[in-house]
């Protein structure tokens, strides 16, 4: 019992701080009693609009749609019922993240006494359908003459700029562009403490989409709020018809996005072209950033806020909230005292991100308990050799480097052709962004595994006789070959401390409606589409991290060990990173270095608008996410001195984040 001890306390004071932080970031969530917060489900007609019913499976064997079911998350100011209505504003999304990425725009409008209902758009969070529910086109906007084609989730994305209340020779084949937002207003219209006179609407990203598609459909709308929006062109719809009320633009000044530049390699200036002065703020003249045009009694306020910051950290922007709250609580004569920069969301976003870290920390004491367990002994072995160093300082070294330069020059190449155009069975392969992480990871992989093999078998591995026990692959007992009674011991171990992982998330999604993230998607219950698409994703994930993050990494080029543990750990973790995520920073510096100049972002410069985009923008995401993962797989690989634990540990978790959080087709 006393080598239980420290795991056990150290297990306990994870699972403490990992409760007593959603606990308190639920109260913040609540503002400290002031707003009733709830989730759920509405069903609205699919497809709407009169297309035909039943036309979209949503995987192999499935039952055609019929309804669409959109999740959602209701704040609500306290004071609110059918006697005492409040005005209120619909939120919506952005692309791969859900209605919980919309939480400081929920809690900061309903502490201001307007009721904020976020969805899950289609193919997000708990919505169905896909995003294949938006419909596509076959002309990009910016090329109309031009028929495009390939897989169906391609078209999807190169017509996200097209709307549905676009001239019908532009929006053939689009069925809702709103990706649900229409039923979500309609819903939202309908609570009977809610003033349907007084309502708004927001969107971040893909959501401003969604956004003008619901305000053409509502002309009652009294404001919206595009968080990094692409304005539109007159003589794309019956500008005569459609009026949109009061609209502000929150505009990132490193957006990621041109379509959301205007096509323009930088924003400044563009307060000076006609479409922006004109046809969107209703002017004769150039305007000014940060000042409002027209009124709100009318209609006609207009106003662009630029915000120092890039495309997807605007949801959380403190400079865009504060313009974000002034806009809802003029247009929607809200009454409150709060100033417009008086914010607490962030403080919920900590103690959520401190409640996923003290989770994730909580699987390296539960694996020493596990280890105790007579079945599960034998994923502990003893240290190797003496001198662990399986290559020479200036082979190392070379190593290093290649991996380095390989993963940064084909990131942004393998990424976008796997999100678009690899042609897999898109009913099944469904994660859109998956498949490109999957190709881009699996090519790491392929070409990790060839070059170690060689090593292993006629390089210097096979000089030095390096077995498959120096490369963390076998056991004590037979170093030279596969032992797969341990991979599965190993496999199960993973899946125990993965799902003791799960039960927080569980049990924070049941107790506090939280799951766990920091701004963006996590980790967070899976429905049972969802945990299909994890089934069929881990098995690359568990091949890159077994072969690159895993035999390679820890066995072939690791290091040796520094006079304590916890400088051991430190290195060989800060090795990791800089081994397995090198080539993606580079790829960063790539990026951002001449967009801070105010030349453009770099991927569109050197590789062309094509590569830049989503994954440019995803590498803020996954730099951390994988650099908290290699924490835990360097610690286990070091008391385990094998690499399966760990490598399928990291697998699960990172296959988990994928279908949990990202767009479905």
């Known amino acids: 019992m006393k080598e239980l001890a420290k795991p056990l306390a150290a297990l306990g004071i994870c699972v403490a701080v990992t409760f007593l932080a959603a606990g308190f970031a639920a109260l913040v969530q609540t503002g400290f009693g002031a707003i009733r917060v709830s989730s759920g489900f509405f069903e609205a007609p699919w497809p709407p609009e009169g297309e035909t019913p039943g036309t979209l499976p949503v995987g192999p064997g499935a039952k055609p749609i019929t309804a669409a079911r959109i999740g959602y998350k209701l704040y609500v100011p306290a004071g609110a019922d059918a006697a005492h209505p409040v005005p209120a504003v619909l939120v919506m999304h952005g692309y791969q993240n859900d209605r919980e990425t919309s939480a400081a725009y929920g809690i900061e409008l309903a502490r201001r006494g307007i009721a904020a209902l976020s969805v899950d758009l289609y193919g997000h969070g708990y919505t169905e359908p896909g995003m294949r529910g938006r419909g596509w086109g076959s002309r990009k906007l910016t090329n109309l003459n031009k028929t495009i084609s390939g897989p169906r989730r391609f078209l999807v994305m190169m017509t996200f700029s097209v709307l549905d209340f676009f001239r019908p020779d532009i929006s053939a084949g689009l069925v809702d562009s709103s990706m649900g937002g229409k039923a979500a207003y309609q819903y939202l219209a309908r609570l009977p403490f809610v003033d349907s006179s007084r309502i708004g609407i927001t969107g971040h990203s893909m959501g401003t989409w969604a956004a003008w598609s619901v305000g053409a459909a509502f002309p009652g709308h009294r404001a919206i709020a595009l968080q990094c929006g692409e304005l539109l062109v007159p003589e794309y719809y019956d500008s005569a018809r459609y009026h949109f009320n009061n609209v ?49 009694d009318d209609g006609s306020a207009r106003r662009m806020e630029l915000i120092q910051n890039n495309h997807r950290l605007t949801t959380h922007d403190s400079h865009a909230l504060t313009a974000a709250m002034y806009w809802f609580t003029g247009a929607l004569g809200a009454q409150t005292a709060l100033a417009d920069s008086d914010h607490i969301y962030m403080i919920k976003e900590t103690l959520v991100l401190v409640a996923m870290l003290a989770a994730l920390l909580s699987t390296l004491p539960g694996f020493l308990i596990l280890a105790r367990i007579k079945f599960f002994s034998s994923l502990i072995q003893p240290p190797e050799r003496e001198d662990p160093r399986l290559l020479s300082p200036k082979s190392r070294r070379v190593t290093v480097l290649i991996s380095i330069l390989l993963s940064g020059l084909t990131f942004p190449f393998l990424c976008q052709l796997g999100h678009g155009l690899i042609p897999v069975p898109e009913d099944l392969f469904r994660m859109t962004v998956g498949n490109g992480f999957i190709t881009w990871l699996t090519f790491l992989m392929l070409a990790s595994l060839f070059m170690l093999m060689y090593w292993y078998k006629k390089g210097e591995g096979r000089k030095m006789g390096v077995s498959l026990r120096d490369l963390g692959l076998a056991g004590k007992d037979e170093p030279g070959r596969i032992d797969w009674p341990l991979i599965g011991k190993s496999a199960l171990a993973a899946f125990i401390l993965a799902g003791m992982m799960y039960l927080f998330v569980a049990a924070s999604s049941g107790l506090f409606q939280l799951d766990f993230r920091f701004i963006w998607p996590f980790f967070k219950p899976l429905n049972a589409g969802r945990f299909g698409q994890f089934l069929v994703y881990l098995p690359f994930y568990a091949a890159f991290f077994t072969v690159s993050a895993g035999a390679k990494l820890y066995g072939q080029i690791r290091l ?17 990173v800089l081994v397995m995520l090198g080539g993606v920073f580079l790829i ?50 070091r008391r385990s001195s094998l690499v399966w634990t760990g490598s399928f540990l990291t697998a699960i978790l990172a296959s988990w984040v994928l279908c949990g959080g990202s767009a479905m087709f």
């Open 248 to 296: 502000l633009l929150i505009q990132a000044r490193w957006d990621e996005f041109d379509y959301f530049r205007d096509f323009k390699p930088n924003v400044l200036g563009l307060e000076q072209t006609p479409l922006r002065y004109h046809d969107f703020m209703g002017m004769d003249v150039p305007v000014e950033w940060d000042r409002t045009y027209g009124t709100f």
């Open 560 to 576: 040796p060990e520094f006079k304590t543990p916890a400088a051991t750990q430190l290195a060989w973790w800060g090795y990791s």
């Open 588 to 637: 960063v510096l790539v990026e951002y270095i001449p967009f801070f100049l105010g030349l453009g972002p770099g991927a569109d410069l050197l590789f062309s608008p094509l590569f830049g985009g989503p994954f440019m923008s995803v590498m803020i995401l996954l730099i951390p996410q994988f650099a908290a993962f290699f924490f835990l797989s360097t610690w286990l690989y």
